[in-house]
Structures are given as C-alpha cells and as structure tokens.
C-alpha cells in the first residue's frame, strides 16, 4: 500500500469509502446486517487509490452456491468498500470466510516497503480528530484538502500475514489511526475456505486503548503493488452481529 508516499495513508486508502463522520444525533443503535456483494443495496464499490497505481481487479463469482468476490492483484492496490449509513455503533462481532492458494512473497506489512497481502478486511471508524497529537491532525488536513473527504478517524484492518505471529498488532508507518491485526499467519489454510470470527471492540480496544467510535464503513484488499508480485484472495460472507442479536 505505498500509497504516494509523502502523504497520510488515510488519504488513500480507507477515506475513500464515502462515508461523512457521524454526530452523535446522527449515529445508529447497533443492527446486526450482512454485506453479500450481490446485494446492490449495500452499495459495495471498486475504489482506486490513485491513478498512478494500478488497479487490483475484483470480480464476482458464484462459488459452491454463493457470490464470493475475488480480488486479483498483479503489481497493484486498490479497494472494494461499502459504507455503513447512517453510521452506527460498533458492532460486537464481525465475521467473515476468505481464502487466498499463498502469500506474497517477499511481504512483510511492518516494512512500509514490503507492505502487501493477499487478504484483508478492514472497518472504518469515527472519532475526534482534535483529540489527535498535532502532526495527526495535520496530516488529516492533507488528506482532506487532497481527495475532498474526511477520512475516517481510524481503521482497523485484519490482514494474512507470513512474518508475524497471530494476534500481533502492526502499527502502519504512515499514521497512527491505520492498525493492522494479524489473523491468520503462514501456510496453515492455504488452498481452502477460512472463517473468521472477531470480537470487534475487544480487537479496537488492544488496536487502540480506547473505545470504538461508530463504524462508517467496511472495505476489503488484495494488493501487491510494493512487492511487485501477484496474487489472488476471495471473500465471502462478511457480517456485523450485535450484542443479543
């Protein structure tokens, strides 16, 4: 995700899911739903990160009676999002199933210069940005003035990974408001369908040290384009399950 450095990975990355920060009058009760890609309701779309890289290309297939999505990447990053309106509170439990045949090799997403993977889902957040250390904010203001958005107040992207351990949590080098949580490391899985459960809040509060603000939006990634390699995740079945529900 080299997304032009010298500019706030906000700008490019996950702000671009549309979704406008939220007041309090404005947020919703927490209600469990299902993002199914073949829904147009959901209002899942293709977004770009810049057009100096290249686009991943993702596709819908039909795979064992269900739509999955399949992202193929080959010495590109971009994403594909869907907006939580009117932004709500965090859900307890996010799920999803994935499957990626292997990893990118050479990868490592401490390394901004390696910073690839074959499978991530990331939720986007709101908060107060004034509440953030000054360089923080100013980097918020770049990205804002860059792409006309104001970027969510923080992601929290669950990634494959091959160098670190499940459960390390991967600070990205461009802004403390992007935290990555390694779910699933190395081979183990590779070739199958993999689901995947997670205590959102619990995951935010260690990410963080902080309470989840709304969630604005839901995005998932296949990139390569550090690496220079290729590869292919699909995805499938991503769901929101609130507390009693």
């Given at each position: 995700?080299n997304?032009?450095?010298?500019?706030?990975?906000?700008?490019?990355?996950?702000?671009?899911?549309?979704?406008?920060?939220a007041s309090?009058?404005?947020?919703?009760?927490?209600?469990?739903?299902?993002?199914?890609?073949?829904?147009?309701?959901?209002?899942?779309?293709?977004?770009?990160?810049?057009?100096l890289?290249?686009?991943?290309?993702?596709?819908?297939?039909?795979?064992?009676?269900?739509?999955?999505?399949?992202?193929?990447?080959?010495?590109?990053?971009?994403?594909?999002?869907?907006?939580?309106?009117?932004?709500?509170?965090?859900?307890?439990?996010?799920?999803?199933?994935?499957?990626?045949?292997?990893?990118?090799p050479?990868a490592?997403?401490r390394?901004?210069?390696?910073?690839?993977?074959?499978?991530?889902?990331?939720?986007?957040f709101?908060?107060?940005?004034?509440?953030?250390?000054?360089e923080?904010q100013?980097?918020?203001?770049?990205?804002?003035?860059?792409?006309?958005?104001?970027?969510?107040?923080?992601?929290?992207?669950?990634?494959?990974?091959?160098?670190?351990?499940?459960?390390?949590?991967?600070?990205?080098?461009?802004?403390?408001?992007v935290?990555?949580?390694?779910?699933?490391?190395?081979?183990?899985?590779?070739?199958?369908?993999?689901?995947?459960?997670?205590?959102?809040?619990?995951?935010?509060?260690?990410?963080?040290?902080?309470?989840p603000?709304?969630?604005?939006?839901?995005?998932?990634?296949?990139?390569?384009?550090?690496?220079?390699?290729?590869?292919?995740?699909?995805?499938?079945?991503?769901?929101?399950?609130?507390?009693?529900?």
């Amino acid at each position: 995700m080299n997304c032009l450095r010298g500019m706030a990975l906000v700008a490019l990355s996950v702000c671009c899911l549309h979704a406008k920060a939220a007041s309090g009058a404005n947020v919703a009760p927490c209600s469990s739903r299902s993002f199914d890609f073949d829904r147009k309701e959901v209002g899942w779309t293709h977004q770009p990160l810049s057009k100096l890289k290249r686009d991943t290309v993702y596709s819908l297939a039909r795979v064992e009676g269900r739509v999955v999505l399949r992202g193929s990447a080959d010495k590109s990053a971009s994403l594909y999002v869907a907006p939580v309106r009117p932004a709500m509170m965090a859900p307890t439990t996010v799920s999803w199933d994935w499957k990626t045949d292997a990893l990118v090799p050479g990868a490592d997403n401490r390394d901004k210069a390696r910073e690839d993977a074959p499978l991530r889902v990331l939720v986007q957040f709101d908060g107060d940005i004034t509440t953030l250390p000054d360089e923080e904010q100013k980097r918020f203001k770049r990205a804002k003035n860059l792409t006309g958005l104001q970027p969510p107040y923080a992601v929290l992207m669950y990634i494959w990974s091959d160098q670190v351990a499940v459960g390390s949590v991967i600070a990205s080098a461009h802004t403390s408001q992007v935290k990555m949580l390694a779910v699933a490391s190395g081979t183990g899985g590779l070739g199958s369908w993999q689901s995947v459960q997670r205590n959102l809040i619990e995951d935010y509060r260690r990410a963080y040290g902080a309470e989840p603000g709304p969630v604005l939006g839901v995005g998932v990634m296949t990139d390569t384009d550090n690496t220079g390699t290729k590869a292919v995740g699909e995805y499938a079945d991503i769901r929101f399950k609130c507390a009693g529900g």
